[in-house]
Structure formats: structure tokens, C-alpha cells
């Protein structure tokens, strides 16, 4: 593991986007500087797609999008012929007078603020803060005297995923459910030594992962949001809080440990990053880089998940034996799956879906089939990885009877797991990696959902030659491998429209992607070192969520509009925001696409966005607002009179710490830095962007 102490300030442009060292160091355990895991040699869908506009985009005088010449030291590259026909025509296009419904807002121009930044005409307040005591007996916040007792029964550090849930029979209030994916204990502690923990440090950091429920309630005059304390359903599941494993791969030798011969009960869930929402009333939590808190991995499966073969960062082994795959090899295969907890019960044991399959889990969002039938969406965020769905066979239940909620929490426990495979409509001789058009005009194609195991009631059967149905469902990664799956740039969350049913990928960056001997471009993601990353439209068949066959075309491909290798669904580039390093995306009422940033390499603080996905105006992109210094935006969420966001890391600058802040948001110089939950609303009281 790389140690890093670099002064506060030190440019971060070896890093992936504008992401610090420290973000690297403790979110993802620096993978984007370990070797790539997949090191299969899978059609590479990686370099191209800056330029995938259909024939319908070229007659509405779309922008057309160029690449910048592959190697470090490229600067870029002319567009092509095609691109400058095409950018002039739609210069010439009628500018629409006025925004997409829902996004009629002054844009948020770009900043580095250390604060959140929002429209004219709207206001915010912080609805909890990391340390805020949600149960009952917790103490309040106080960081030089914290204990692993009392952060257990805290609002814990940096959250991801958010959801608002409905709260029956009592007015104006809702149901937050939140993601802790990790902690950063060099801003958390101060004097700390991160080659040699305390066990307090290690066991408050295990009490500040997890997941969050606390009830919040609605200022009606003003659409402020404030944390109710002490509510019979607020509620901290930690890293050592029970979980249970369900489904094919439930009891498998492969997930049987000392402390669990059973291979059912897991201690904790870690590094919970995006999610989702079920329409039988739970939610989602995806498992991402789980593999930075295991130690001395040695097994092929084990590199393929990017786990490293020496010490930790955190150096948990030395604390709990199970982080240590020395001693205890079956432990990782434990995590890495998504988490189904239902929020209404604060008894009841979190689900951990081997169904679901084992990587680095982006986000699980759910649609339903024309009978009934949940299918799941999730990205595995790595560069060159893959994007999955899982189409249940067992149709849900509606109501609110006990018979019928636990028929809903088997729903993600049978059915079958698929992986997508892409392809471009033109000649391979015709994707040079430059950017520069085939002969077509266009960058699309189509693509297939590809079996990889299905779960049934009576067993479970692998589709994959070579691999059992077990193995499928616990190195998911490695039955992707095998049958061809097309490599990404690090898909992260994946969203179907609830307007339209189409389905939307967010690919962040991959700044390795056509450099040294790494996979080059195909037909379906845009530039070598993609760094500024972009967003792939999907259209299943029929439009049906079942399907096994989809159409694919370009969205966006964010970095500058200036840049000619940006690609804005045709709308006129000098009539869109700046957006850089797509991740958390969100639906408002009217089709919106809403887009959280992560690590913005345009020289500006992370945000979110707004985009029109449809009409004369699809492509029109605003940004809603900015985060504080060292932050990423996280967790969006679109209601019609509010949006809710997780401004995750704050202050997480390269060379902070607690005695050197880099930023002094929520609370203002003297206070410790503090992730938090934000609300946004218009102060007029009426609803976002219209």
C-alpha cells in the first residue's frame, strides 16, 4: 500500500479525474494504481463512443464528438470531418427559448467554494451530520472523546446511497435510509498513526461504516429537513452488525468460515456505495471496494478482486482475524454482494443476495416486468468491468400483509444473472481510437444480455462451461471473463427511466484506457485516458426489462464543451454546463436525468447535474449545484419540491488532517470537518426547476 503525505494542495492530476491521494487511499485502497485485475482478453468496449451519434442525431444537427490521440503526451486531435459538418449545422439549429420542465433554474456556474453552492432562489440546510446521535441512550457529538459505543448509535461517516421513504400516519415526515461506505480515520482522529491504529480508532471506524435509518421531519413552511432522535425505527448497522447470506450460494463451502461453519451468518456489512429502492418497500445497498480491508491475499480469485497480497491501510487484521485471508481465506467471499434491509422493521436481519452475484457493486435499482417480476441492475465499478441485471422469477406481492412482506424478501433469491455484451455496427478497421467517424456517420449498436447462472428453489445451474453455479455466483467476475462480456470504463450507477423504461449507464473514467498495453477503443465508450468519463443509453427490446437483446447508443460524453470530444445528446454545447466524472444518478417526475460527480478533473469543486433525456431539449444540461472542498456528490435524491444529497469527504485534500483541515464545512473554522446530509428546496415553496 502506498503511503502518501503529500502537502496540502499537491495537484492530484495523476489521479484518477481531480480525485485526492486520500480519497484513494481510504475509499478504494488505491486501485486505480494497482494492476488492472481483469486481465482477460474480452472485446474491448472502451474507446470510441465519443463519437456515437445516430443518424437521427446527425439530421438534427448534432454535435459530434472527437477523441484525443492516444499516449500521455497527446494534446488531442483535430475533429474529423464529419465532427465540423456537424458542429456548424448544429450551430445553426434553433436555440429552445426555454429549459426542459424541471430544470428551469439558474444554472450553478463552476466554483471551488468551500460550500454548497445552490440555484437563485433556493435555499439548504444541513438535515444530519456524522456523530449526530439517532438512538436512544447515544451520546452527542464529541470527537476528541469518541468511543465505538457511542459512533454505533451515531449518524455514521460518509455517506453514499440515500433514500426518503413514506412514513404512514405521521405528517410531515419521512424515512431517510443511508449508505456509510467508509471512513477516513486521518480526518477523523487526531494525532493519528496510520501505521499504528489503536484498537478504539479500529472498533469507531467499524462503528461508523454501515447503514442508517433515522426518521426526519419536514419544516412545512420552509422545506428544511431535520433529523428526528430517537425514533422507534431509527436504527445502525455497523461492521459487526449481523447479516445473513440467502440464496445459491448460501452455505456454500466457498463462504464457510471458522466463526460461521453454517457459511449463512456474516459480521458487517463495508464500503456500501450506491443503491436502490424496491417497490415492495425496502432498499438496496451495493458492497463496492470491499477489498481493501482483507490482508494477505494469495489466490487467483483473490487478485482478480483486487485484493492485495500485504497489510492493510487500516490494518484491521490486526485487530480481527477474519480480515486476515491468511487465516481466514473464505472471509472476502463474504462481502461484495448487494444488501437488502427492510427499514420499516428495526428487528429484522439484513439480506445479503448471492443471487445478485459477488464483485464491486455500484448501485442495484429496480424495475418491474409486465407480470410482476423485479429485475436488478448493478454496475461493477473497475476499469474494464463489467454491467449485470438479475431478472427475478418470482413475481411480487403488493399490500403490506406479514405473508406478503416475506414473499417480497425472497423475490432476489431465485431467477437467473446476466452480463452485457456490446457490440458496435461497424467494421473494426473503421474504430481507430481518434475519435474520427466510421463510415456511417455513427457510434452505436447493439448489445446482449448474456445467462451466467440461474437460481431456483430446488438448486441452482450454472451456465457457464467450467464454472459450478456456486462458483458463478461467488467470482461473478471470473463467469464474465469466460463468456465474452464487453470491458468498461468503471460502470457505476445504472438506472432505468421510470418515463421512458430506457436504461442509463454512468461510466466515470478510466485513465488507463488505451495507454501502454492496456485494451483500446471499440465502438462503445469514447476516448483513450478518459478521464472526464460519459453515459450510455439503453433500449431493451420491446422495452421490456426481461429482454436479452438491447440497442445501445451515445448520451453524453461529459468533460468541457469546448472540448470537441464531448458529446451532449445534440444539444448546442454553448448552452451546456461543464460535467466531468458521471456517478450517482436519479429520475425526477418528468424523466430528468439528475447526475452526482466524482472527482471532477475540469479544475472545479464536484456537483450535480440536471438533463433533459427527451424533446427538443434532451441533452440540455444544468448544474443544480457544488460541494465543498475535497468533496464528492453523492446519493441524489429528486422529490418535487426537494433534492437531498450526501456530501461525502469533505476537506479530503491531499497532506488534511484533523490539525490541518483543508476545509472547515458544515460548521465553520474550529469544528472538525464533517460529511453530511444536504436539503435543497425553492424558497417560494414550489416545486424544483419549473
Not at 169 to 196: C, K, S, W
Amino acid at each position: 500500500m502506498r503511503k502518501l503525505l503529500p502537502l496540502i494542495g499537491t495537484p492530484s492530476g495523476s489521479h484518477p479525474g481531480g480525485r485526492s491521494a486520500l480519497t484513494c487511499r481510504f475509499r478504494c485502497g488505491d486501485a486505480c494504481f494497482h494492476e488492472v485485475p481483469n486481465t482477460s482478453d474480452n472485446e474491448y468496449v472502451g474507446d470510441v463512443v465519443a463519437g456515437a451519434l445516430s443518424r437521427r442525431s446527425m439530421m438534427r444537427a448534432a454535435a459530434v464528438v472527437t477523441v484525443a490521440a492516444a499516449g500521455a503526451g497527446a494534446a488531442g486531435v483535430a475533429a474529423a470531418p464529419q465532427a465540423e459538418a456537424a458542429a456548424a449545422a448544429s450551430a445553426k439549429r434553433p436555440r429552445p427559448q426555454k429549459s426542459a420542465r424541471g430544470l428551469r433554474f439558474t444554472p450553478v456556474p463552476p466554483n471551488t467554494r468551500d460550500a454548497v453552492t445552490v440555484p437563485e432562489g433556493y435555499r439548504q440546510n444541513v438535515v444530519i451530520r456524522w456523530g449526530e446521535p439517532i438512538l436512544r441512550g447515544a451520546p452527542a457529538f464529541d470527537p476528541e472523546r469518541q468511543s465505538a459505543k457511542a459512533q454505533a448509535g451515531q449518524f455514521g461517516y460518509n455517506c453514499d446511497f440515500l433514500a426518503l421513504l413514506p412514513l404512514k400516519g405521521e405528517r410531515n415526515r419521512q424515512l431517510l435510509v443511508a449508505n456509510h461506505e467508509y471512513t477516513d480515520e486521518i480526518l477523523m482522529f487526531r494525532d493519528y498513526d496510520p501505521e499504528n491504529p489503536t484498537r478504539e480508532q479500529v472498533e469507531i471506524a467499524w462503528a461508523a461504516h454501515g447503514l442508517a435509518v433515522v426518521a426526519v421531519e419536514e419544516e412545512h413552511r420552509s422545506g428544511r429537513l431535520t433529523a428526528v432522535g430517537r425514533h422507534h425505527l431509527n436504527r445502525r448497522l455497523t461492521a459487526t452488525s449481523e447479516f445473513r447470506l440467502t440464496g445459491p450460494a448460501a452455505g456454500s463451502d466457498l463462504v464457510k468460515t471458522s466463526a460461521d461453519p453454517t457459511g449463512t451468518r456474516v459480521l458487517g456489512t463495508l464500503n456500501n456505495c450506491s443503491g436502490g429502492t424496491t417497490p415492495w418497500g425496502t432498499t438496496l445497498h451495493g458492497e463496492e471496494n470491499f477489498n481493501q480491508y482483507f490482508a494477505h491475499g494469495s489466490s487467483a480469485t483473490d487478485k482478480r478482486y483486487g485484493i492485495g497480497t500485504g497489510a492493510t491501510e487500516r490494518k484491521w487484521e490486526r485487530f480481527d482475524k477474519r480480515f486476515d485471508l491468511a487465516q481466514e481465506p473464505n472471509e472476502a467471499h463474504r462481502f461484495g454482494y448487494v444488501v437488502e434491509l427492510d427499514p420499516y422493521d428495526p428487528d429484522s436481519t439484513p439480506r445479503k443476495h448471492t443471487a445478485l452475484g459477488r464483485f464491486k457493486h455500484e448501485a442495484a435499482t429496480v424495475r418491474l416486468t409486465h407480470d410482476g417480476r423485479p429485475v436488478v441492475y448493478s454496475g461493477d465499478d473497475e476499469r474494464f468491468d463489467y454491467f449485470y441485471k438479475f431478472v427475478s422469477s418470482k413475481r411480487m406481492r403488493h399490500g403490506d400483509s406479514r405473508a406478503a412482506r416475506a414473499h417480497n424478501l425472497t423475490l432476489l433469491d431465485e431467477g437467473t444473472l446476466y452480463v452485457a455484451r456490446l457490440t458496435g455496427d461497424s467494421p473494426a478497421i473503421e474504430i481507430d481510437g481518434t475519435g474520427k467517424l466510421p463510415k456511417d456517420g455513427e457510434f452505436d449498436g447493439s448489445g446482449e444480455w448474456i445467462p451466467l447462472a440461474t437460481a431456483t428453489a430446488h438448486g441452482a445451474v450454472s451456465h457457464v462451461e467450467g464454472m459450478t453455479a456456486e462458483e458463478v455466483f461467488v467470482f461473478t467476475r471470473l463467469a464474465g471473463d469466460k463468456v465474452g462480456a464487453t470491458k468498461m470504463d468503471r460502470p457505476e450507477d445504472i438506472e432505468p427511466n421510470p418515463v421512458t423504461g430506457k436504461v442509463y449507464v454512468a461510466l466515470t473514467n478510466n485513465s488507463r484506457r488505451g495507454v501502454d498495453a492496456n485494451p483500446k477503443a471499440d465502438e462503445a465508450n469514447p476516448r483513450h485516458a478518459n478521464k472526464h468519463g460519459h453515459v450510455l443509453e439503453l433500449t431493451e427490446r420491446f422495452n421490456r426489462p426481461e429482454s436479452t437483446r438491447f440497442a445501445w447508443s451515445l448520451f453524453l460524453v461529459a468533460g468541457d464543451p469546448e472540448d470537441p470530444a464531448t458529446y451532449f445528446a445534440g444539444f448546442p454545447k454553448d448552452a451546456v454546463s461543464p460535467i466531468s466524472c458521471p456517478d450517482n444518478v436519479a429520475f425526477d417526475a418528468h424523466g430528468n436525468l439528475w447526475i452526482s460527480t466524482d472527482g471532477s478533473a475540469l479544475g472545479s469543486h464536484d456537483g450535480l447535474f440536471g438533463v433533459a433525456t427527451r424533446g427538443e431539449r434532451r441533452g440540455e444540461l444544468k448544474q443544480f449545484l457544488t460541494v465543498p472542498a475535497g468533496a464528492e456528490t453523492c446519493g441524489p435524491v429528486v422529490q418535487d419540491r426537494r433534492v437531498l444529497v450526501a456530501v461525502q469527504h469533505p476537506g479530503e485534500v491531499d497532506g488534511a488532517t484533523v490539525e490541518r483541515p483543508a476545509s472547515t464545512w458544515p460548521d465553520g473554522p474550529g469544528s472538525y470537518v464533517r460529511p453530511a446530509v444536504v436539503a435543497v428546496w425553492r424558497a417560494d415553496g414550489r416545486d424544483i426547476g419549473v
